[in-house]
Nanobody
Framework: QVQLVESGGGLVQAGGSLRLSCAAS????????MGWFRQVPGKERDFVGA????????NYADSVKDRFTISRSNAKNTVYLQMNSLKPEDTAKYYC????????????????????WGQGTQVTVSS
C-alpha cells in the first residue's frame, strides 16, 4: 500500500503560481511512477502530467504544457507540481497518483493505470 497526501492548493489570481506537493509513504517511493490529475465537479478526471520513477521522463497535457512542471525527490518521497501562469480554467481539485512500473523511465497518462490516489487539494484561480 502507498499512502499519498497532497498539499499546496489554494486561491490565487490569474497569472500567479502555486506549487503542489504530494508526500508518499508506505512503500519505496522510487518504485512508482507518479501522475497528477485534476477534476471539476460534474466532469471527468483529466490528466495533467506524469513523471517516471527515475524522474528522467515527463509528459504533460497540452493545456498545461510550458506552464506546469513536474518533479520528484525520491529521497524525500515527494512529487511536485509547479504551476505557473495560472488561468481560471485551471481551477479544479488536483490529485496525485502512483503506479508501479517495470522500467524506470515509464509513465502512464491514463488514470485507470494508477493504483493509489491521494485525497486531492483544491486549486482556485480567480480572474
Amino acid at each position: 500500500q502507498v499512502q499519498l497526501v497532497e498539499s499546496g492548493g489554494g486561491l490565487v489570481q490569474a497569472g500567479g503560481s502555486l506549487r503542489l506537493s504530494c508526500a508518499a509513504s508506505g512503500r519505496t517511493f522510487g518504485d512508482y511512477a507518479m501522475g497528477w490529475f485534476r477534476q471539476v465537479p460534474g466532469k471527468e478526471r483529466d490528466f495533467v502530467g506524469a513523471i517516471s520513477r527515475s524522474g528522467d521522463s515527463t509528459n504533460y497535457a497540452d493545456s498545461v504544457k510550458d506552464r506546469f512542471t513536474i518533479s520528484r525527490s525520491n529521497a524525500k518521497n515527494t512529487v511536485y507540481l509547479q504551476m505557473n501562469s495560472l488561468k481560471p480554467e485551471d481551477t479544479a481539485k488536483y490529485y496525485c497518483a502512483a503506479t508501479s512500473t517495470y522500467g524506470t523511465n515509464y509513465y502512464y497518462t491514463e488514470d485507470y493505470n494508477y493504483d493509489y490516489w491521494g485525497q486531492g487539494t483544491q486549486v482556485t484561480v480567480s480572474s
